[in-house]
């Protein structure tokens, strides 16, 4: 069979078939009525309340006005409030301190148990069972279970004093200077495993192969840790500090239901302070003020984070998958 | 050294180490279990007592079945019966994981074999779960009571299912993923249409993947805390509320109580937990891993 | 120097058995190859010598001192895997040069001899290059760069070319042997591919279910197969086997099959009567239309491929009776036509009921 050459002047351009034309479109359907409802309720859920969380940020509203419209318009009053309120301050600073303190802790923790785990060896899978069960545990059972534990004439003192042999009792919950290193730890507990789980199928995803190759020319147990595993662990690596650090910012029970912030304001924590803010003192227009701040800053730091993951997943991607057979894909 | 005893000697700081973080993972865990387990004398003994002596079931019949005697004295909020709650719960955590694992995995599905969300797309439906719900909760109350769902089973449900939404999503499609396409065309080629296709062979396929997914959003729908708190007053209470009713204005705390309600809050979710161990990872993993 | 001994290994994964009391010593410069169906133990014990299997009995010596305690690094190998192994995240020039950081040589020496040994596997122009942009056989040449620029005593060889298609295979086989005449180093080779084997080693070690079948020269396997499993496993296309019996008279001895009947020669007089099994190399296979021969039988497939031409016949067995002759002279014999087929009497072999070879040897 050989193959014309079709001169310049009669060659047509390459349309698409009309089963490749009808399939398009059947996918396009097929697109917009799976997604057009869910969409549909993303807007009437979602942007009728972030109407709302604009309006009282600009129109001061309390509770002994009769509608929501007879609020006062005050334009950036309240958010210029926020922006000036110490506390608020105070309440940032927390929740970066709590939030960086506790990812670094779960990821610590985590990458040392999956790094002793991650080869097979007798009674892995016990250990791995009593790993996650912290994971498992509500996080309001545990904010309450680490007060029937950690009240200074508690269980946790009591056993710390009998191992090291000297008196021990800090007073863990009442003490405004060890409040949030305390529930910085019980938060570590919580999610330790959660690092745990990333970093283990991370490392047992590497290909075993590579890692013999570097044995057997001669690198050393730390060459190997340094030069093939931790760079083929970037994206989880990343994906295990970044998805604890946006939910360790948005931590609640441990700090509301344990201690209501206190003692104190020690445990004020940006969701705690909100919400003390809005329900308890009923300030629900700077609450809404606050709630936008946080927002952006939440939404920047979100933004950022997918980018990272992004260039992150797609350097994996290019790095697997051969270039020969991505091109067969495309053919 | 020699090799043998280098490998007997790590194998003995490993064993160490892990034991150690066992215990530290474990200890809580006991204590509460052990503690619901304790006449009330030994809620807070000094010096702490470690196994109740003798257990004793009062808390646990207190607490789930003896309403009357439970809700006299030690809390002011309400008198909601703990197995209300619990039914609530079950009802609201399973129907909204119901909801998101089924849309969800029609999205997944879309994603997976048509593309119909963007990788981009999808990174930015996660991230929107990502966003502390503290800062849109009070708006939210605010519309939820407008539109009257405030106080409601179906408002709770409702915002279960959109939070849960972009992890269904995740799951499905590392799932679905796995499923090669040459079985499909098999089917398609034996003149099976679309739909038999999806049901008779992609389906079962990833059976278990459905299950994991679908245990995996339960347990982080039972135990949310923040939006039921806020969504619910009176009429409806979920577990995790309950137990936080506990803290009212008491002059001593309920320890053995909390802790009885707390096992039966717990328990479920570490059997499920225990269940899908296998598939946390995948819940987790979000791309960053190679399969 | 390198002198490799195994010595009674043994190798048990639970209560499986992969290696069973594998003893062999390879000598320095040699190039062996360990060659067995899939699940002979093979890789096993090639993992056993690089160090990261460790036996559960026997020695492994390397010029004459005990390494079974040294780990994969101190044992002075090199080995390039199945999968290429290369380190997805470095490009060519810094897996290659991975060995030489590892023993802290500096830079300006690293780059020489990255340059070096890429020019001897013909890489030098793709330094560059990331590891997914290689092709499967220029990944594979990496590879061997990569375990070169160690100067190991001995190189292990882990089914280097399965995953490469048939050109490539050649190619690359043929870079292989180029390299160890250059080198004069040991070469352990482990494949299943017979044709590999037969071309490549000095030796070869056959291996079933985790023992060692029979070690000799290619000539040796090919010729003298010590039984039925190594006689059909090596050559294309594989020794004619047909089954049937030994019977022996006051004037001869005879070896019946169903369809027909030959005389055996001197050497097995020996042979004990009975059950056994005829083993001769299709290219053994004398066929000619006029002459007489052997035996008569009907074409049943031809098969022209160019240098050659191969007949199928059909002898009673399973698997057809191959006879191959030289050139397309054959090519337009029609199936169905009957040719005399003579089978060349220095070639027989038999096999007793057991497999194992019957005669003197040769």
């Known amino acids: ?331 | 050294m020699r090799k043998s005893q280098r490998q007997r000697l790590s194998a003995v700081v490993r064993y160490f180490v892990l034991s150690m973080w066992a215990l530290v993972a474990f200890f809580p865990i006991y204590w509460m279990i052990s503690t619901s387990f304790k006449p009330d004398t030994q809620w807070f003994a000094w010096p702490p007592v470690y196994f109740p002596d003798p257990p004793t079931l009062s808390n646990y019949l207190n607490v789930w079945f003896g309403a009357e005697e439970y809700a006299a004295t030690q809390y002011a909020i309400s008198s909601q019966k703990p197995l209300i709650s619990l039914a609530n719960s079950t009802i609201i955590a399973s129907v909204s994981t119901l909801l998101a694992v089924l849309f969800g995995s029609v999205i997944a599905y879309g994603v997976s074999r048509y593309r119909i969300l963007s990788e981009a797309r999808m990174f930015q439906l996660l991230m929107l779960r990502m966003i502390p719900p503290i800062v849109v909760v009070a708006p939210l109350s605010l519309y939820y009571s407008a539109l009257g769902l405030l106080d409601t089973m179906t408002g709770l449900i409702l915002i279960y299912f959109i939070t849960s939404l972009p992890y269904a999503v995740w799951m499905m499609k590392s799932f679905i993923d796995e499923v090669p396409r040459e079985i499909e065309q098999a089917a398609e080629i034996l003149g099976a249409s679309r739909w038999r296709t999806v049901f008779e062979v992609v389906l079962p396929l990833v059976r278990s993947g459905l299950v994991a997914t679908f245990l995996f959003i339960l347990i982080l729908t039972w135990s949310e805390y923040l939006l039921a708190l806020i969504i619910t007053k009176t009429q409806v209470t979920t577990l995790p509320i309950e137990l936080s009713k506990y803290q009212g204005s008491t002059e001593g705390r309920v320890y053995g109580r909390q802790a009885a309600l707390a096992v039966g809050i717990t328990v479920p979710l570490m059997i499920a937990g225990l269940i899908i161990r296998k598939h946390l990872a995948r819940g987790f993993s979000f791309g960053m891993v190679r399969r | 120097m390198a002198r490799i001994e195994l010595c009674n290994l043994e190798k048990f994964f639970g209560a499986v058995q992969a290696v069973k009391n594998l003893s062999c010593t390879i000598e320095d410069g040699e190039f062996v190859v360990f060659v067995g169906p899939s699940g002979c133990g093979k890789t096993t014990t090639l993992r056993m010598i690089a160090g990261f299997e460790d036996p559960s009995a026997g020695e492994i010596r390397i010029d004459g001192r005990v390494v079974n305690d040294l780990e994969p690094r101190d044992r002075g190998l090199g080995m390039v895997f199945q999968s290429h192994a290369l380190f997805p995240h470095k490009n060519v020039a810094q897996n290659i040069e991975f060995g030489l950081r590892m023993k802290n040589v500096p830079p300006a020496d690293r780059v020489k001899r990255v340059r070096e040994v890429a020019e001897m596997v013909r890489i030098g122009h793709m330094l560059e290059k990331m590891p997914n942009q290689c092709s499967g056989g220029e990944s594979q040449r990496v590879a061997l760069a990569r375990t070169l620029v160690t100067n190991p005593s001995t190189f292990l060889l882990d089914e280097p070319l399965s995953s490469l298609d048939a050109k490539l295979r050649r190619e690359l086989r043929a870079e292989c042997d180029r390299l160890h005449q250059t080198l004069k180093r040991t070469f352990i080779y482990v494949t299943h591919d017979q044709e590999e084997a037969m071309t490549l080693a000095d030796r070869i070690v056959v291996m079933r279910s985790g023992e060692i079948v029979q070690i000799g020269s290619p000539m040796e396997i090919y010729s003298n197969p010590v039984n039925y499993f190594v006689a059909d496993f090596f050559g294309s296309p594989s020794m004619n086997l047909l089954a049937g019996e030994i019977l022996r008279d006051s004037a001869s001895t005879r070896f019946h099959t169903a369809l027909f009947q030959v005389a055996l020669p001197e050497r097995f007089k020996v042979a004990k009567p009975g059950k056994a099994t005829l083993g001769i190399r299709p290219e053994h296979v004398g066929v000619s239309v006029s002459a007489k021969g052997d035996v008569e039988l009907p074409v049943r497939l031809v098969e022209p491929l160019g240098k050659d031409t191969l007949l199928y016949f059909d002898a009673g067995t399973e698997r057809a009776f191959i006879a191959v002759t030289e050139g397309l002279g054959m090519a337009d014999i029609k199936v169905g036509e009957r040719v005399a087929l003579s089978l060349d009497q220095r070639r027989l072999h038999l096999f007793d009921a057991e497999g194992r070879r019957m005669d003197a040897g040769t």
């Open chain 1, 1 to 331: 069979m050989s193959i014309a050459v079709v001169p310049a002047e009669k060659a047509q351009a390459c349309l698409p078939s009309t089963r490749e034309l009808s399939r398009r479109r059947a996918i396009t359907r097929f697109r917009w009525s799976i997604l057009g409802p869910l969409l549909a309720l993303l807007i009437f859920v979602l942007m009728p309340v972030l109407f709302l969380q604009l309006y009282f940020s600009l129109h001061q509203w309390t509770v002994y006005l009769g509608t929501w419209w007879d609020a006062e318009y005050v334009g950036l009053d309240l958010f210029k409030e926020v922006m000036t309120d110490p506390r608020f301050g105070w309440a940032v600073v927390r929740s970066l301190a709590f939030a960086t303190g506790s990812t670094i802790g779960c990821f610590l923790t985590g990458f040392a148990l999956a790094y002793l785990m991650y080869k097979p060896f007798r009674g892995q899978a016990f250990y791995y069972i009593i790993f996650i069960l912290p994971m498992l545990t509500v996080p309001v059972v545990v904010a309450y279970t680490a007060e029937m534990m950690l009240y200074q004439s508690g269980p946790l003192n009591d056993l710390i004093t009998r191992i090291i042999g000297i008196e021990f009792k800090p007073a863990w919950l009442t003490n405004p200077h060890i409040a949030l290193p305390a529930v910085m730890l019980l938060e570590i507990w919580n999610w330790a495993p959660f690092s745990f789980i990333i970093m283990l199928a991370g490392l047992s995803a590497i290909p075993k192969e590579p890692v013999e190759a570097a044995e057997i020319l001669g690198a050393s147990k730390w060459h190997i840790f340094w030069e093939v595993q931790l760079p083929l662990l970037r994206p989880v690596i990343f994906l295990a500090l970044v998805l604890r650090f946006l939910e360790a910012m948005a931590e609640f029970p441990k700090t509301w239901a344990l201690l209501q912030g206190g003692p104190g304001t020690a445990t004020e924590t940006l969701p705690v302070y909100i919400f003390l803010t809005t329900w308890q003192y009923f300030q629900i227009s700077k609450g809404a003020a606050m709630s936008y701040i946080v927002m952006l800053l939440m939404v920047v730091i979100v933004l950022f984070a997918i980018r990272l993951l992004r260039r992150e997943k797609r350097s994996l991607d290019t790095m697997y998958a051969k270039a020969v057979a991505r091109q067969q894909e495309l053919m």
